[in-house]
């Protein structure tokens, strides 16, 4: 059974620094993308960043520079690590990998449609 478990959200103010943590199981995850998205009250799910395979990362404009993904297939873990937080990163931020190949991993992002596997979501306050 393929499990996501997110960790490591909370409440910063403008310019700090947080670091998310995805546990993930179930799955040959070393073949697969992954990546986080992000969801802010009343608006779109959105993209963060993705990681292939190889390591290989994408990112949103809007978080190039300021946000790091990395992933450890040793211990299973996916990590976001945010720097220079804005209050426009307010967001429930969940870990996600497709049901799927995709390469490259971005347009995975722009598919709602896309089957995906979900965390629960980690919430991130960034306050001004």
């Known amino acids: 059974q393929v499990q996501l478990m997110e960790s490591g959200g909370g409440s910063v103010q403008a310019g700090g620094s947080l670091r998310l943590s995805c546990a993930y199981s179930?799955?040959?995850?070393?073949?697969?993308?992954m990546g986080w998205f992000r969801q802010a009250p009343g608006k779109a799910r959105e993209g963060v960043a993705t990681?292939?395979?190889?390591?290989?990362?994408s990112y949103a404009d809007s978080v190039k520079g300021r946000f790091t993904i990395s992933k450890d297939n040793a211990k299973s873990t996916l990590d976001l690590q945010l720097d220079a937080l804005k209050p426009e990163d307010t967001a429930m931020y969940y870990c996600?990998?497709?049901?799927?190949?995709?390469?490259?991993?971005?347009?995975?992002?722009?598919?709602?449609?896309?089957?995906?596997?979900w965390g629960q979501g980690t919430q991130v306050t960034v306050s001004s």
């Open positions: 179930g799955n040959p995850w070393r073949k697969y993308c």
């Open positions: 996600a990998s497709p049901q799927n190949t995709w390469s490259p991993c971005w347009p995975w992002t722009e598919r709602e449609e896309a089957p995906t596997y």
């Open positions: 990681i292939d395979a190889n390591g290989h990362a």
